[in-house]
């Protein structure tokens, strides 16, 4: 006689259904200590935004050490959500009580100052530089109006003297909420806020309708993207231009399919914000070539998604000028602290080693990841959910690579990766069984704490020795580990397939 199935055990139902609500006060004490360094207003991880209304904040300035231990709290509380939400996910959990906190979350971050660094206050600079008809890409805010302007000089070290490294949708943008904003660094940083928001939110709403009818997949996507506290603190509660290219690049992946120009021009705001989210116009290109030979679109679908780019991007690039990535060609050259480059450089590898260097390693993950991201997508009939899935398994693979490899990389430029991710499962269980999403969530934790509190100054003696030397001497190892740990996974997880593949 069969044996008769074996019901869990009482400790096993009740591990299970504790992980939705580990998930959900992870991701409230995340959201709560985030929101309360900002609000408690200028410390070392707030920069203050002069007068005004909106976003407020108590003007409490609490000490380098309180706000470093909360942020470090909200750090290692996210990274504990996203794992569990996607272990309850993985086990039938659906998370709609975790979408409504997530989105009160958002909102909050956006009626608080940003917390983190300082960028907000170069976008305000660059934007007003723009907007008063001189160019952020020659001019740098130190000496915009001879040093004067009330939104220009706002901008902190070590970044006063620099032009602009943002594409120049971006720095449109910028000068859009300038217009706005005025003389006011704080009502500038507000609307900039209040666009960050909407891109969030127009993704999260873009995920919702794209994934219905399939509930694994959407619940899979909304913890990887909407309810990611690790995203919507680092990423939407810094105001980081990331969440506009990020939101670009996934609204691309959603809309391509049936809208091809309103793709394109999604596309124009990622690449014309930051350069590097140019990996998802690479996927789309792959998908579409690939999607021909199986009944998908053909060339005047790719024609009306490049008018929609050019629509964008040439009317920008003419007004930014010829001269708008000198200073990214320039940045090309940094090494920032955490990353897999920088004890070589401190050890005396030459800088012009870094670009080989960076290209080979990204070359090395996508042989290993490609199979496992793209995999038979690209060669089964079309359909518009199978196309995404290439197209954003593509962007995946060279996201991934770009990461891990970089010579200069921030926690917010994950942005980069976690969109593309989402729509790139193959199966309900997520991509390659979920353990890319996890290497890749207690990466972004590992590298978010090394840039608590965030700003450059502020900082007591003992929280600068403390963050900095975890920075520099524990950060770079966080980087490796991260490296050679989706590597050995990604060689596993191929054994692993063609094992099974023989045994079938």
Request: glycine letters at 12%.
């Amino acid at each position: 006689m069969p044996e008769a199935p074996r019901r869990p055990s009482a400790a096993a139902v009740a591990g299970v259904s504790c992980l939705p609500a580990a998930a959900g006060g992870a991701t409230a004490l995340a959201l709560l200590c985030w929101l309360a360094v900002a609000v408690a207003g200028p410390s070392a991880a707030v920069p203050g935004l002069g007068p005004g209304v909106l976003p407020v904040d108590l003007g409490l300035r609490p000490s380098s050490a309180l706000v470093s231990a909360l942020l470090a709290v909200s750090v290692l509380a996210g990274g504990v959500a996203v794992l569990t939400g996607l272990t309850a996910v993985a086990r039938g959990w659906r998370p709609r009580r975790l979408l409504l906190l997530a989105a009160t979350g958002a909102v909050a971050t956006a009626l608080v100052p940003p917390v983190g660094s300082a960028d907000h206050l170069s976008y305000a600079a660059y934007g007003r530089i723009a907007a008063l008809g001189a160019d952020p890409y020659a001019e740098p805010p130190d000496a915009f109006a001879g040093g004067a302007d009330p939104v220009a000089s706002a901008v902190r070290d070590p970044w006063r003297s620099t032009t602009s490294v943002y594409g120049p949708v971006g720095t449109a943008v910028h000068a859009l909420t300038s217009l706005v904003g005025g003389e006011s660094v704080r009502a500038t940083v507000w609307c900039w806020q209040l666009v960050l928001l909407v891109a969030w939110a127009a993704v999260a709403a873009g995920l919702h309708v794209a994934l219905r009818g399939q509930p694994a997949l959407r619940a899979r996507a909304h913890v990887l993207w909407t309810a990611n506290p690790l995203l919507l603190t680092v990423g939407l509660g810094g105001a980081h231009a990331d969440v506009l290219a990020g939101a670009g690049a996934v609204g691309v992946l959603l809309l391509a399919p049936r809208y091809p120009f309103a793709a394109g021009a999604a596309l124009a705001v990622a690449v014309g914000t930051k350069l590097p989210y140019g990996a998802v116009g690479a996927g789309v290109l792959v998908a579409w070539w690939a999607a021909r030979r199986t009944g998908g679109p053909g060339t005047g679908w790719l024609l009306r998604g490049l008018t929609g780019a050019l629509v964008l991007l040439v009317p920008a690039h003419l007004w930014a000028g010829a001269h708008a990535y000198d200073q990214a060609r320039t940045a090309s050259r940094y090494v920032s602290l955490a990353t897999v480059w920088r004890p070589l450089v401190d050890a005396g590898v030459p800088r012009s080693v870094l670009l080989p260097g960076t290209l080979a390693l990204m070359a090395v993950v996508a042989v290993l990841w490609w199979p496992l991201l793209v995999g038979r997508a690209r060669s089964l009939p079309f359909s518009p959910g199978r196309w995404r899935r290439c197209a954003a398994g593509v962007t995946a693979v060279l996201a991934l690579g770009y990461l891990l490899a970089a010579p200069y990389e921030l926690p917010w430029y994950d942005l980069l990766l976690w969109g593309p991710l989402a729509l790139a499962a193959a199966a309900p269980a997520g991509v390659a069984g979920g353990w890319l999403e996890r290497v890749v969530a207690v990466r972004l934790t590992l590298l978010a704490l090394a840039y608590v509190p965030g700003l450059v100054d502020g900082m007591s003696p003992a929280v600068e020795a403390v963050t900095l030397g975890y920075r520099r001497e524990v950060g770079p190892w966080v980087a490796w580990s991260a490296l050679l740990t989706a590597l050995a996974l990604g060689v596993a997880l191929r054994r692993w397939a063609a094992a099974g593949a023989r045994a079938a």
